[in-house]
C-alpha cells in the first residue's frame, strides 16, 4: 500500500527559503515521485519530479534554478524552495506513479499525500 505524509510547509516572506518533506512507503524501485501545487482557482501543476532509481529530476519552468528536489535512502523526499515569491503561495502535495515515466502528466499519478500549504508575502 501506498502512503505519502507531506511536512515542512509555512508562512515566510518573499526571498526566503522552505524546505518539504515527503515520507514515502510501498514505492517500487521504479517509482517516479513529484512535488506539486496548487493555487485557488488554478489547476495543479507540476513542481519537480524525481525518479527513485538514479535520481533523474525534472522541473517546471517556473521553479528551474530556485527549487531543488532530492530524495535519501530513508525513502523521504524533499523539496528545497529558494528566493521564495509571493506566486509561489499555494497548497503543495506530493504525488507518485509506479511508472518509469518522467512525464509530469498531473493525471498519470495515482498515488497523492494530504498537501502542505505554502504562503509567501510580498
Known amino acids: 500500500q501506498v502512503q505519502l505524509a507531506e511536512s515542512g510547509g509555512g508562512l515566510v516572506q518573499a526571498g526566503e527559503s522552505l524546505k518539504l518533506s515527503c515520507a514515502t512507503s510501498?514505492?517500487?524501485?521504479?517509482?517516479?515521485v513529484g512535488w506539486f501545487r496548487q493555487a485557488p482557482g488554478k489547476e495543479r501543476e507540476s513542481v519537480a519530479l524525481?525518479?527513485?532509481?538514479?535520481?533523474?529530476t525534472r522541473y517546471g519552468n517556473t521553479v528551474k534554478g530556485r527549487f531543488t528536489i532530492s530524495r535519501d535512502f530513508k525513502n523521504t523526499v524533499y523539496l528545497e524552495m529558494n528566493s521564495l515569491k509571493p506566486e509561489d503561495t499555494a497548497i503543495y502535495y506530493c504525488?507518485?506513479?509506479?511508472?518509469?515515466?518522467?512525464?509530469?502528466?498531473?493525471?498519470?499519478?495515482?498515488?497523492w499525500g494530504q498537501g502542505t500549504q505554502v504562503t509567501v508575502s510580498s
Open positions: 524525481i525518479r527513485r532509481s538514479g535520481g533523474t
Open positions: 510501498g514505492l517500487t524501485f521504479t517509482s517516479v
Open positions: 504525488g507518485a506513479k509506479l511508472s518509469f515515466s518522467l512525464s509530469d502528466v498531473v493525471s498519470e499519478f495515482n498515488y
